[in-house]
């Protein structure tokens, strides 16, 4: 009686090479449903977009790229939306002070491609910063943003730290994504998600402001519409909103910074010849701009400030850093001017609010614009 052997599994090209012999590696689609794990190949290998394609050079540089320009645009839609609801909250505030009207159409201009070539060119921008260096920027606002909270008195709060934040937040948030998605077998694909849902995001918070610019007078008033009524009811809520956000953020931030930057040593001692000069220059820094000020004069007080911590940051770099993160500080600088000049209509209002809540606001802008002889624009004298 003849039995009838079962066909014989395919054989493993790992284990044939392993074994001396010559068999050349099989494709994929030539062995069995079961032989994958048994060849060891992983699910995350069968499924990911990048084991598809051939291994040529310049692919990786390509998915590395695109990588960046998705955090990039994380970073930028999250900029969005904070300036967005801060537009939102100011726009309430100028409604219900009739002494503000300049100050509201100001703030309710509709500038639609201004605000889409903002969103593009600070992509761009976040997306050509290295980690390093966006780290770095990450821990100076992180400490300057604790010192003028710590400067302030019981129960105040600056409303200019939510504009001056707007490039820190996006570093921030590219650090944080480089942090937790290292190593991800779905790196690209997870970040394509999140810069979807950011992006939605983003989209809905835009909409929010023109809507409360162009209808919140007329709806607040008849109460007509549900989300102006919720607005006039909770819209004093919105900075405390903010600033949980903001906090949450830059906490996740600064762990992620902290390790990134660690990461480039390889002893303790090249640790503590970087991060000791490093905590001395920003310490410098914090306290010239508790000086600056105090008998700041102005707008130009801000974009001063800017100039000086860059400066410091590039001295710092050119001793301790690489070629390449200097070219990085260049970037950041043209970062943190783009954000300060694209906001300058609310950073005026937030001048204003700060010192009628304060008469001395000891944070990081400058003297009250009513003693200095400076006015926000479109405001009659």
């Given at each position: 009686m003849l039995i009838k052997r079962a066909p014989a599994a395919p054989a493993c090209?790992?284990?044939d090479l392993l074994a001396g012999g010559a068999t050349p590696r099989l494709r994929p689609a030539d062995l069995g449903a079961g032989a994958w794990l048994h060849c060891g190949f992983s699910p995350s290998e069968m499924f990911s977009l990048g084991?598809?394609?051939?291994?040529?050079?310049?692919?990786?540089?390509?998915?590395?790229?695109?990588?960046?320009?998705?955090?990039?645009?994380?970073?930028?839609?999250?900029?969005?939306?904070?300036?967005?609801?801060?537009?939102?909250?100011?726009?309430?505030?100028?409604?219900?002070?009739?002494?503000?009207q300049a100050e509201k159409e100001a703030i309710a201009a509709r500038r639609p491609l201004l605000g889409l070539?903002?969103?593009?060119?600070?992509?761009?921008l976040l997306a050509l910063v290295g980690s390093r260096v966006a780290a770095l920027?990450?821990?100076e606002f992180s400490l300057r943003a604790l010192s003028t909270i710590l400067s302030?008195?019981?129960?105040?709060?600056?409303?200019?730290?939510?504009l001056l934040c707007q490039y820190s937040l996006g570093c921030g948030v590219s650090c944080g994504l480089s942090f937790l998605l290292e190593g991800a077998p779905h790196r690209s694909w997870n970040l394509a998600l999140a810069a979807g849902l950011a992006g939605l995001l983003a989209l809905h918070a835009r909409r929010l402001a023109r809507h409360v610019c162009a209808l919140y007078e007329l709806h607040s008033r008849e109460r007509y519409c549900g989300v102006c009524i919720l607005l006039l009811a909770a819209g004093h809520g919105i900075p405390r909103l903010l600033r949980r956000a903001l906090a949450l953020?830059?906490?996740?931030a600064d762990l992620a910074a902290v390790e990134l930057i660690n990461r480039d040593f390889l002893s303790t001692g090249e640790a503590v010849r970087f991060w000791t000069p490093l905590?001395?220059?920003y310490t410098l820094l914090v306290v010239y701009m508790q000086e600056e000020s105090r008998q700041s004069t102005g707008r130009g007080s801000v974009f001063r400030t800017v100039l000086v911590r860059m400066g410091g940051l590039f001295i710092l770099l050119l001793t301790v850093g690489r070629w390449t993160d200097i070219l990085h500080v260049l970037v950041s600088l043209l970062g943190e001017l783009w954000c300060l000049l694209?906001?300058?209509?609310?950073l005026e209002s937030c001048w204003r609010q700060d010192f009628a809540q304060q008469p001395r606001l000891d944070g990081l802008s400058g003297s009250r614009p009513e003693e200095t002889g400076s006015r926000p624009e479109g405001t009659p004298r």
């Open positions: 090209p790992n284990n084991s598809w394609l051939p291994p040529l050079p310049g692919l990786a540089w390509g998915w590395a790229l695109l990588d960046a320009l998705l955090q990039g645009l994380v970073g930028a839609c999250a900029v969005s939306v904070l300036c967005s609801l801060l537009k939102v909250y100011l726009y309430i505030q100028c409604v219900n002070s009739p002494e503000r070539l903002h969103v593009l060119v600070l992509t761009a920027v990450v821990l302030l008195g019981k129960g105040a709060h600056s409303s200019q730290l939510y953020t830059f906490a996740v905590t001395i220059c694209r906001s300058g209509v609310l």
